[in-house]
């Protein structure tokens, strides 16, 4: 597992890890992101809600990890952005079981909001706004210190 707010280089870090390290990867950011792409039913619940900078339901994202993770046939993967609550953490665990290992990336907000409205400007993701980037470090300020407590 990967944590740290928006824009402190969970995707980066991964990717180098994906290349140097012989791991599997996936961001769940991007797996929601997907959904909404191919506009499931499950993608059009989501849209609003990303493009908000709030989480989505425990359930949902648990689920969807699940899903992809049983297509990896039980290897060792690197979840990046994962878990983001302290409901996540527990709901992971009763459905796919303990983790092993923990990264936490800390960096300053006003760094990570400099990053992500940076990136705006070549990624183009909906939701690198001002506005939504600000939410969703509110949002990671307000969660990460039970999520951590709950990974230590
Ligand atoms: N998200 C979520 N639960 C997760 C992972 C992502 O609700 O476990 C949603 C949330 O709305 C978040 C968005 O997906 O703002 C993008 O996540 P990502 O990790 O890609 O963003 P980053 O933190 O890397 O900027
Ligand atoms: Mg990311």
Redesign the pocket.
């Known amino acids: 597992m990967v944590v740290?707010?928006?824009?402190?280089g969970?995707?980066v870090l991964c990717r180098r890890l994906v290349d140097e390290c012989d791991v599997s990867h996936v961001?769940?950011?991007?797996?929601?992101?997907s959904e909404v792409e191919a506009d499931t039913p499950l993608g059009r619940e989501?849209a609003g809600?990303?493009l908000r900078?709030?989480?989505?339901s425990s359930a949902l994202?648990v689920t969807l990890?699940r899903r992809r993770m049983r297509s990896f046939g039980g290897r060792r993967l690197l979840l990046?952005?994962?878990?983001?609550s302290r409901d996540?953490a527990i709901d992971f665990e009763a459905q796919c079981g303990r983790p092993e290992l923990a990264l936490h990336l800390v960096c300053d907000e006003e760094k990570m909001l400099e990053r992500?409205l940076r990136r705006a400007q070549t990624e183009g993701?909906a939701?690198?706004t001002r506005k939504?980037a600000v939410r969703?470090i509110a949002?990671?300020r307000q969660q990460s210190e039970p999520t951590l407590e709950w990974l230590r």
Do not use: Q, T
């Open positions: 740290g707010g928006p824009g402190s969970k995707g961001s769940c950011g991007d797996l929601l992101r989501v809600i990303m900078g709030e989480l989505v994202i990890l990046d952005g994962f878990p983001r996540n992500i993701r939701d690198d939504a969703r949002v990671y």
